[in-house]
């Protein structure tokens, strides 16, 4: 950044808190999933991988007159340019979508599912899977449509049944990621309920490392009394995001570090039933990188 006159080059710009259209000039930059390797949001061991995926596209898009250790324009990231590191570009699944939900729709007459989007660079289709029963949906003998949008409309139904819904990601490598939470639809008369079903969950926040914000989500099985707040190594409690009775579903709280340190933080949620009695604790742990 330039003082008096801030331009801030070659960067993407990724659910960091940056103001791209206002008070700085951006170049050569890309609002974009960097496509990190990180192990929680995908899955996998509760640790955190900052080298990048084969389709990022911050792959050789750093400043053109910085060179990576291979001798290619430099990557923008942890390990981009000449003191980096050479490293195989891997290929991870994609993110499950966070959630699913039914409505009921009249033109066409039918049951329209809508869920979140994927903006990973590397998307090719979504796949809608369709059941009468819970557990494994995700299975090859109940695909109901592979699909560019993120929304259907189921016409087959019949009244008075209930089916369960959920949907996966499928990147261009054929990769398929974890299914989304189950939603149950209950269909009576000129009626449609849902019901997500969910389970009590903490997700790694994403992005981690981030700078200066990140998001946190987590999942409620049934209406609770949460806490959730950011704490220091030392376990001082620096910031209460939320505080209060929620509804079961999927949440997703934004975190902005400005003020603090590059370093390790702590966030951890702590939820009740209506009772008053803890049903469920968990806490993780993330970077703040600047």
Do not use: C
């Not at 079961?248 to 370093?263: D, I, Q, R």
């Amino acid at each position: 950044m330039v003082a008096g006159n801030p331009t801030i080059t070659h960067n993407l710009f990724w659910q960091n808190g940056t103001d791209v259209d206002g008070d700085v000039t951006v170049l050569d930059s890309i609002v974009a999933d960097p496509l990190f390797v990180i192990p929680p949001v995908r899955g996998h061991q509760d640790t955190f991988d900052v080298h990048l995926q084969v389709y990022s596209p911050a792959i050789d898009a750093g400043d053109p007159a910085i060179l990576d250790k291979d001798g290619t324009r430099s990557d923008i990231g942890a390990f981009g340019g000449p003191n980096g590191e050479s490293y195989p570009y891997t290929d991870f699944p994609p993110l499950p979508p966070s959630y699913i939900v039914a409505t009921l729709s009249s033109t066409p007459e039918g049951i329209k599912l809508t869920w979140a989007k994927n903006d990973e660079i590397d998307f090719y289709k979504y796949r809608l899977y369709k059941s009468e029963t819970s557990g494994n949906l995700s299975s090859p003998g109940n695909l109901l449509a592979e699909l560019d949008e993120n929304s259907y409309i189921d016409t087959v139904f019949d009244y008075n049944k209930t089916y369960y819904y959920t949907v996966t990601v499928i990147d261009y490598a054929g990769n398929e990621s974890l299914p989304a939470a189950e939603t149950q639809i209950s269909v009576t008369g000129v009626e449609v309920t849902s019901n997500t079903i969910y389970t009590y969950k903490l997700m790694q926040n994403y992005p981690n490392p981030f700078n200066p914000s990140t998001q946190i989500t987590y999942t409620l099985k049934e209406n609770s009394f949460v806490k959730l707040g950011i704490y220091s190594v030392a376990g001082e409690l620096i910031q209460q995001l939320v505080y209060k009775e929620q509804d079961k579903g999927f949440y997703t709280v934004n975190f902005n570090a400005n003020g603090l340190a590059s370093g390790l933080y702590l966030y951890k949620i702590e939820v009740k039933d209506m009772d008053g009695t803890p049903v469920f604790a968990k806490m993780k742990k993330m970077i703040l990188v600047k």
